[in-house]
């Protein structure tokens, strides 16, 4: 199993909603990563797990709440967003942090705030 | 700060070679990725360069330079399915082993 699954494929929430993203990859990956994506821009790192710790968070305001139950799932707690929030969230895994490991890109979430 | 600037857009003709320019100013920088990213789809893994030189992957070829902060991606034999955004993206082992990606370049693959 080369792959990183994400659910769901499209959210629409409003902003007093509570949604999750979840986020699965079996290839044995010990880091995790969220990452925002805007139309026609390049990724924008969120959160980086290292073995279920976690390791970088860039800053990211705390309606977006990440969780890593075990190491091969990562979830993205999200409530009071803001419209400005919509955007496509990709989860991406590598066998470990340090090393210059590729990342494997999960499909994504395509969220849509109201 | 991190600093990396790609073209915005590229066309090129189908059959023809296109090359992509990535420059990066970072500290901390230990390599440089290349991602492949269809409009509505995930990024997939082209190249990782981390020593000087060219290293050739079928139809791409990834290029660094890391006294010129400078690398380039070239496509050859270019296909309508190219048609997509190139991401360059450094790794900065110093800033706690992430990439920092580009701004992209869409490339549009004409017949």
């Known amino acids: 199993d080369t792959e990183v699954t994400q659910t769901p494929k499209h959210l629409v929430m409003g902003m007093t909603n509570k949604k999750s993203l979840k986020c699965e990859q079996h290839m044995g990956h010990r880091a995790m990563y969220w990452y925002k994506q805007k139309a026609k821009k390049p990724p924008e790192l969120m959160f980086v797990y290292s073995y279920e710790k976690l390791s970088i968070n860039e800053s990211v305001p705390s309606r977006f709440s990440p969780e890593c139950p075990n190491s091969s799932l990562l979830n993205l707690h999200l409530h009071a967003l803001q419209p400005e929030d919509s955007a496509l969230y990709l989860c991406a895994s590598s066998p470990r942090l340090a090393g210059g490991n590729e990342q494997f890109f999960g499909p994504g979430t395509r969220l849509t705030v109201l | ?111």
């Not at chain 2, 090129?12 to 420059?23: D, H, R, Y």
């Not at chain 2, 440089?32 to 190249?47: I, K, N, R, V």
């Not at chain 2, 010129?68 to 993206?89: F, H, N, R, T, V």
């Open chain 2, 1 to 111: 700060g991190q600093n990396i600037d790609q073209p915005t857009e590229m066309t090129a003709t189908e059959g023809a070679i296109v090359q992509i320019n990535c420059t990066y100013q970072t500290s901390g920088f230990n390599g440089l990725f290349w991602y492949q990213q269809h409009a509505g789809e995930a990024p997939t893994f082209l190249s990782y360069n981390v020593l000087d030189g060219l290293e050739e992957k079928g139809r791409f070829s990834s290029f660094l330079s890391r006294s010129k902060g400078y690398s380039y991606l070239l496509l050859k034999e270019l296909q309508m399915k190219d048609s997509a955004s190139y991401l360059c993206a450094a790794y900065i082992k110093a800033a706690g082993n992430k990439l920092t990606f580009g701004g992209g370049t869409r490339v549009l693959v004409k017949p």
